[in-house]
């Protein structure tokens, strides 16, 4: 058994036994820079996205890449709400400004840094780009075709043939001055996020996205120039790119190369965490012990507890499309309103696009089972008595767990104060089987089950702002409590966030700036 099954039993029990360091306060003064930063590398301005609206498209093309981006990690305005978050009395202020993005991410810190190994035959000179959000354009870091160095990470198997790749990245300094210890598990579901966000866009045009979650990690890190114990290297994406021919390529040769710009880190104290760097070990990839595909079978959710079925209305059709829904995505921080109940069909289409969503890493079977349950507590949903429920996707119905209005037991658990969970419409729980996931494929499946769980979040926010609705997801709850609550403790069933969703209060003091 590795340090992976410490580190998630931490997680779990963190809300009654405190992970160290138990006194650490973040230094906001002294806080990171939300992106990297590299002095002397050329920055590229992105074109245009393509316009004119989704459509079937044979790969990727500069233009489609740039609206992934744009969408996904681009900073695309600058919002400013009334609400009920701790950073609410900053925001006015230039300096520490709320600027929105498609994706996701935990604390509003986005640590995951995005590398395109560029090969030959694409639009740009080969070479290391690195995307900078807030310009909205790659910064070149290496000149030379270094998509060979990248194959050899990835070992034969999937990426092989291609000819572009994106590489995810995660500085744990990023997160990890504001949470420490439990920085590893909120950037595992950073990255899942913003995958998601990524296979969402490019749906649209027909594009596939599968993420390649095993590699030897130390020379991607190599390449990157990045230190090894401060930067994890979390996934690469093989791109179908326009014009590549089908099937495997011979590409360039390795070249053993490595970027010499470094980050100019901003903080002028950097702390290490020792149990953020003993999980970072531990999860280290290798390309030789990558799974075979179904090795996840035996972590698969198990079949829905509860009762007899309480069927759901069909999920209607979205009333925007996924750019639409990334742009109008926000978590509602306390404006959530009682008042206005969620439809039966609101809640049926959030359940169902969560239960559908999957990693997609090379370590599944694409007909395999899902590893994410979902429970669901009703507070005021048209048509549906309050109560504790289990999700059936296969009978697209409720399983009642414990009857009765949750509202006092989720406000009961919830740490913090910048959501009233009682006004919410419903609060949805995913759950992983955790121990059976890091049994079938060792400690590196801690970062695909974070990846799957924050796929998820991901989807439920988009689906959310797509049918007109509130939503919020938070991790400051007492995860032990859900799990006695919902009939979990003797099951390897793990909690891992909640899921707000609901109506606002109408007529919301709102700023809101479009920038791109």
Same mark, same amino acid.
């Given at each position: ?45 992105? =074109? ?40 609410? $009395? ?7 400004? +709320? ?53 050899? &990470?990835?070992?034969?198997? =999937? ?50 996205? $599968? ?7 130390? #020379? ?30 011979? /590409? ?5 190369? /490595? ?6 880190? #901003? ?32 972590? $698969? ?9 309480? =069927? ?28 206005? $109940? ?9 359940? &169902? ?25 009703? +507070? ?32 009961? +658990? ?32 801690? #970062? ?5 769980? /924050? ?23 007492? +995860? ?37």
């Amino acid at each position: 058994m590795g340090y992976a099954h410490d580190y998630a039993s931490a997680i779990l029990y963190r809300g009654r036994v405190p992970m160290e360091p138990v006194d650490f306060v973040p230094d906001w003064a002294d806080r990171p820079r939300k992106a990297k930063y590299y002095p002397g590398a050329e920055t590229l301005p992105l =074109p245009e996205p393509e316009s004119g609206g989704p459509r079937p498209a044979p790969g990727f093309t500069l233009p489609l890449l740039s609206g992934m981006l744009q969408e996904s990690y681009g900073l695309t305005g600058r919002r400013l709400g009334v609400q009920a978050n701790t950073d609410l $009395a900053a925001l006015p202020h230039y300096t520490q400004a +709320n600027w929105s993005r498609g994706t996701a991410s935990g604390g509003g810190l986005y640590p995951v840094g995005v590398y395109w190994a560029a090969g030959a035959g694409g639009p740009l000179t080969p070479g290391l780009y690195h995307y900078a959000p807030h310009q909205h354009g790659l910064r070149r870091l290496l000149a030379g075709d270094v998509t060979g160095d990248v194959r050899r &990470a990835l070992g034969p198997g =999937p990426g092989e043939g291609a000819s572009q790749y994106l590489v995810l990245s995660v500085k744990y300094w990023q997160n990890s001055f504001k949470y420490n210890s439990f920085s590893f598990h909120a950037v595992s579901m950073d990255v899942g996020a913003l995958v998601q966000t990524w296979r969402l866009w490019a749906r649209a045009y027909g594009l596939r996205i $599968a993420p390649v979650l095993w590699f030897d990690e130390e #020379r991607l890190a190599g390449l990157l120039g990045v230190a090894p114990e401060e930067e994890g290297v979390f996934a690469v994406l093989p791109l179908e790119w326009e014009g590549d021919a089908a099937g495997p390529a011979a /590409g360039a040769p390795p070249t053993g190369a /490595g970027v010499r710009h470094r980050d100019a880190e #901003r903080s002028r104290t950097v702390l290490a965490f020792e149990t953020l760097e003993r999980i970072h070990g531990a999860t280290l990839g290798r390309a030789g012990d990558r799974p075979a595909p179904g090795a996840l079978d035996a972590a $698969a959710a198990y079949p829905p507890r509860g009762g007899e079925p309480v =069927p759901l209305p069909a999920p209607p059709a979205p009333p925007m499309g996924e750019t639409a829904a990334l742009r109008a995505r926000r978590s509602s921080f306390g404006r959530f309103d009682a008042g206005r $109940a969620v439809t039966a069909e609101q809640l049926a289409a959030a359940l &169902a696009q969560c239960a559908a969503t999957r990693p997609g890493s090379e370590a599944e079977r694409s007909d395999g089972p899902p590893l994410t349950s979902l429970y669901v507590f009703v +507070n005021h949903v048209e048509g549906i008595e309050p109560g504790s429920y289990a999700y059936d996707p296969a009978e697209h119905a409720l399983r009642l767990v414990v009857p009765g209005p949750p509202g006092p037991f989720l406000q009961a +658990n919830y740490f913090l104060s910048n959501y009233n969970l009682e006004q919410a419409g419903a609060v949805l729980v995913p759950t992983v089987r955790t121990s059976a996931v890091l049994d079938a494929v060792g400690d590196r499946g801690y #970062r695909l089950m974070g990846a799957a769980v /924050g796929a998820v979040a991901q989807t439920f926010y988009t689906t959310a702002a797509a049918h007109g609705l509130g939503a919020g997801v938070a991790l400051g709850f007492d +995860n032990v409590s859900y799990a006695e609550r919902l009939g979990l403790a003797d099951t390897d069933e793990a909690p891992l966030l909640i899921m707000l969703l609901g109506h606002e209060r109408p007529r919301p003091a709102d700023f809101r700036h479009e920038i791109a």
